[in-house]
């Protein structure tokens, strides 16, 4: 039993669950329970494994979502979704006449949370403006015009995660097309995988990488870089801003909306591990202006990273034509 679960990373709750065994004796089968409020660091992954990111706290049965998944063992394992209202517990209500008060006079989110259980929303969550309806599309194809640039977050043990990104230079509106996210890869796999899922007729005019990825390491008596091993497989690296707040600016600013009404950031729904994972980041507890850097932020760190001020051939072009006179506005 798991209480409180989104206090922790899914990564430490899966190793819990494969700690829970018991001997096959009298066709007994170990189970978890957990319990959670909404919120937290691992309010991703408990939301996605519940189908609990529409879930309002509404007046729903007692079971009121049950998932058939297969399991590695190809038999399929049952997961019950349990509401548990204030109004469920009716020696609390008894015995604390005081505590629906406390709850309800919460400022937004966290009433929601506690009082109500929505899902939808949490306290602590740093993109609150992003909207699947609004910055999320079915794919369809981009003007080859269009500058396209690639962005990486490095990693092995965890996730790598590379994104394709393209910008309407008329009303400065930036697409993210397309996603690589991976674990266990070499730096050459990693490169080779995003070179061969860049289509040949693609132009891309640079690719901006975590600067981690310059960091010297030795090998057999050869010094190297990440990035070496990038360039050696045809795919050449910028290195990137790093300003973890600055990044987070970058991306609430395209997050919200152009002059003609739509937003600055349009993501496809193929890239499904930003989608997934963005919604859900929290704050970091000590580092409050930031994100919390131990939750899943591959597919953000990307993103911030792609976001990075750099002048395009395509951008200089519009605006020597537009306007000789005129400076690049650093606000990308």
Known sequence: MIDEATHFTWLIVDYLITRNRCPNIHGLTPFTVMASNPGGIGHGWYSQLYDLQDHTGGEEGPHERIKHRLSDNNKYEDIYFVPARLEDNQVLML??????????????????????????????????????????????????????????????????????????LDIGRIYVYRELYKTDLTDQQQARMIAEMTMPDE??????????????????????????????NQVPLVKANNDRLGGKRKVDRVLSMLPDGKPGLIIYSTCTNLLRTLPVLPYDPIMVEDVDSEA???????LRYGLTNYRMEGEQQKERKENPLARYDRRF
């Open 95 to 168: 015995n604390d006449p005081d505590y629906e008060r406390k709850l309800s006079n919460r400022e937004g989110d966290l009433a929601a949370a506690l009082r109500w259980g929505d899902w939808r929303t949490f306290a602590g969550q740093v993109f609150k403006s992003f909207s699947r309806s609004t910055h999320v599309v079915e794919p369809f194809e981009l003007p080859k015009s269009w500058p396209r640039w690639r962005a990486v977050d490095w990693g092995k043990a965890k996730p790598f995660c590379c994104l394709w990104f393209a910008k309407d």
């Open 203 to 232: 132009t891309v005019l640079y690719t901006m990488a975590d600067p981690s990825m310059w960091e010297e390491k030795s090998y057999d008596g050869q010094v190297f870089t990440t990035a070496n091993q990038y360039a050696k």
């Open 296 to 302: 899943e932020d591959h597919a953000y760190d990307a």
